[in-house]
């Protein structure tokens, strides 16, 4: 059984560009949500995904955005990108109230 | 909004020694508390969890304790090896499905 997986696992931007993280979740998992996490720091929730509409989220600008698509796997976009958007980001899937369950991450750095 | 205070940010001991990890949290709406551990170049790892209506449970060697009046949890590694070395992470939300407000972390490291 496949876990939760991410892809690119790493990636380069410039300021201002945007970039497209991707996710797929836990087998039989229908929710999923995105994390940021700086160096040395806990995980920051950004927002949930569920029945494709975002239903929960955290203290991010809009420039902060995603989908979810029918199969539940998701996409996390982030525009005009800022050097402090250099970070790891994690997708955590779970299922309705089941515990979440982290993928390995991407490692998204900004120069 | 909640609130996740942890300590100690590292913690160093002997092979074979207890590791004990605290946490506090201000929201008294949550009710369900996971502890994650991360190895290098890795995502977090559910290594237990706990919810309110429970004062403590145990893993094999890994246990967890809540005390909801004081608003903390605690987490209890005996025996400890070196592969526990890792950073580990408490966390709080409301329910399973809400969002997980994290710690800063405990850097653990087992010596042998």
């Known amino acids: 059984d496949a876990g939760v997986t991410q892809s690119p696992t790493h990636l380069i931007k410039t300021r201002g560009q945007q970039v497209t993280l991707r996710c797929s979740p836990k087998?039989?998992?229908?929710?999923v949500s995105w994390y940021q996490q700086a160096l040395g720091q806990g995980p920051q929730f950004i927002f949930q995904?569920?029945?494709?509409?975002?239903?929960q989220r955290g203290n991010f600008p809009d420039r902060f955005s995603g989908h979810q698509f029918p199969n539940y796997s998701s996409e996390l976009n982030v525009n005009a990108l800022l050097l402090g958007d250099s970070a790891l980001y994690l997708c955590?899937?779970?299922?309705?109230?089941?515990?979440?369950?982290f993928g390995p991450g991407t490692r998204l750095t900004v120069t | 909004g909640e609130n996740v205070e942890q300590h100690p940010s590292t913690l160093s001991v002997q092979e074979g020694d207890s590791a004990v990890i605290k946490c506090t949290y201000s929201d008294s709406a949550s009710n369900y508390f996971p502890w994650y551990k991360q190895e290098l170049g890795k995502g977090p790892q559910l290594i237990i969890d706990?919810?309110?209506?429970?004062g403590e449970k145990k893993d094999q060697r890994i246990a967890v304790t809540l005390n909801k009046t004081a608003k903390h949890f605690s987490l209890h590694i005996t025996e400890t090896q070196p592969e526990d070395s890792a950073v580990y992470f408490c966390a709080a939300s409301s329910h399973f499905g809400a969002a997980l407000i994290f710690g800063k972390g405990t850097t653990l490291s087992v010596s042998s």
């Open positions: 706990i919810r309110s209506n429970v």
């Open positions: 087998s039989g998992h229908d929710t």
């Open positions: 995904y569920y029945e494709e509409e975002e239903r």
């Open positions: 955590a899937s779970s299922l309705s109230l089941s515990p979440k369950y």
